[in-house]
């Protein structure tokens, strides 16, 4: 049974529009990551958190809120989506000594 | 900072035939960090393929391998005969563990494998 989840598993909206993407992970980790993979640029860290509201910020936050409700479940919140926010999202987990994550399935979210 | 580069954006190779994906990466937060290269499937998330967690061994799996060269900063991945299925991007990351726990990527090469 997979570990890390993620819905929906594709999302259109419209410029402006509000959008939540959500991942939830069986795994017992502290950590979870969200990232956005656009051709080019490979996988961006957007934000993470080491536990049940916890949140840091990463390497391409702009446009993005996060929040942490449990250990299992990690939002993602664009408020006001914009085109250039177009883009597959990944959610991952990581727990243990090394730095190993485990990743969902992806969102692929398209901004009309 | 820390980073890792992929000079391939996208490798084609016949099948049977062997390959090398380079790697190598920079980093000034830690002295030891993990190393891993990651593979997605078309159509499917990203799944860790191997990783290397001490210098100087190997780590292999799926008949790729990889070995963690601390001299050299590399961490390269190879296959002596590739098969139409390893079709798939392939991203080399390095990992910092800590205080703070990332993944640093790189942008990820591209195989495909012709018949």
């Known amino acids: 049974e997979a570990a890390v989840t993620q819905s929906p598993r594709n999302k259109v909206t419209v410029t402006g529009g509000n959008v939540t993407l959500s991942c939830r992970q069986t795994?017992?980790?502290?950590?979870m990551y969200w990232y956005r993979q656009d051709t080019g640029h490979g996988l961006r860290l957007i934000h993470y958190?080491?536990?049940?509201?916890?949140?840091q910020i990463g390497d391409v936050p702009d446009g993005y809120k996060a929040t942490r409700t449990t250990q299992e479940d990690f939002f993602l919140l664009l408020e006001l989506a914009s085109p250039s926010q177009t883009s597959l999202y990944f959610c991952?987990?990581?727990?243990?000594?090394?730095?190993?994550?485990?990743f969902g399935p992806g969102t692929r979210l398209t901004v009309l | 900072g820390d980073s890792v580069t992929q000079t391939e954006g996208q490798v084609t190779v016949s099948e049977s035939k062997s390959l090398i994906i380079n790697c190598t990466y920079s980093t000034t937060s830690i002295a030891y960090p993990n190393l891993f290269w990651y593979v997605r499937y078309p159509g499917e998330g990203l799944q860790l393929l191997l990783k290397?967690?001490?210098?100087?061994q190997k780590g292999s799996s799926r008949g790729f391998e990889a070995t963690y060269n601390k001299e050299t900063t590399s961490f390269h991945l190879q296959k002596a005969s590739v098969q139409e299925s390893d079709s798939a991007v392939y991203y080399c990351a390095l990992g910092i563990t800590g205080n703070t726990r990332k993944l640093i990527f790189g942008l990820g090469t591209t195989l495909q494998v012709q018949p």
């Open positions: 290397v967690i001490t210098a100087g």
């Open positions: 795994n017992s980790h502290n950590y």
């Open positions: 958190s080491y536990g049940a509201g916890n949140l």
């Open positions: 991952a987990s990581s727990g243990g000594n090394y730095a190993e994550q485990f």
